[in-house]
């Protein structure tokens, strides 16, 4: 089955961009008709959406965070990206990364996300 | 675009059924079928407990149901276990937005 592994730094300097990759194995990124999502999660906190791409390039971004937020795919490597700029403290969390929507007896809906990846924290600070 | 509510704690014994609700306005759950609930363990990534209100991935127990009324969606537990404790989000499509979550419900089993 189709899953999904976040990478990257463990630690970003304030104002710097954070760069995480979402590896997908199992299925083709280009298949199905999903988008591909960014989830984060402070320490304690609740779910926080951050954005997603389709693999035509088409993009959603939260609007509390879409001018620092570019999310890309690279159907080749099979994988997609988050880019957050001028990172704070307050971008401390734990990344996610997930499938979103599906299909099932020919009719698709989004905006709801399976399978997860593990998750990676993100820790800003100098 | 503001965070679905949910109630911070909902408690119940073992073999009991205990109601998650979520609420929030016509641009959201009042608006569209795309409600979801996921379960989240301590450590782990949120798992898919519920989409498009009410159905049911494979592999979730028929004991966890979906419902909507009006701005309101219900993630109903029957037949509590012990392994059920865990924090709850629910999460709906939002339109312009478009996707915005609970939250969470730290469910205790007693």
């Known amino acids: 089955q189709v899953q999904l592994q976040e990478s990257g730094p463990g630690l970003v300097k304030p104002s710097q961009t954070l760069s995480l990759t979402c590896t997908v194995s199992g299925g083709s990124i280009s298949s199905g008709g999903y988008y591909w999502s960014w989830i984060r999660q402070p320490a304690g906190k609740g779910l926080e959406w951050i954005g997603r791409i389709y693999t035509s390039g088409s993009t959603n971004y939260n609007p509390s965070l879409k001018s620092r937020v570019t999310i890309s795919v690279d159907t080749s490597k099979n994988q997609f990206s988050l880019k957050l700029s001028s990172v704070t403290a307050a971008d401390t969390a734990v990344y996610y990364c997930a499938r979103d929507g599906g299909c099932t007896d020919g009719v698709c809906s989004w905006s709801w996300f399976d399978p997860w990846g593990q998750g990676t924290l993100v820790t800003v600070s100098s | 675009q503001s965070a679905l509510t949910q109630p911070r704690s909902v408690s119940g014994s073992p073999g009991q059924s205990v109601t998650i609700s979520c609420t929030g306005t016509?641009?959201?759950?009042?608006?569209?079928?795309?409600v979801s609930w996921y379960q989240q363990h301590p450590g782990k990534a949120p798992k898919l407990m519920i989409y498009?209100?009410?159905k049911r991935p494979s592999g979730v127990p028929d004991r966890f149901s979906g419902s909507k009324s009006g701005n309101t969606a219900s993630l109903t537990i029957y037949g509590l276990q012990a392994e059920d404790e865990a924090d709850y989000y629910c999460?709906?499509?939002?339109?312009?937005?478009?996707?915005?979550f609970g939250g969470g419900t730290k469910l205790t089993v007693l």
């Open positions: 999460c709906s499509y939002a339109g312009f937005y478009p996707v915005v």
């Open positions: 498009d209100v009410s």
């Open positions: 016509s641009n959201d759950v009042g608006g569209y079928n795309y």
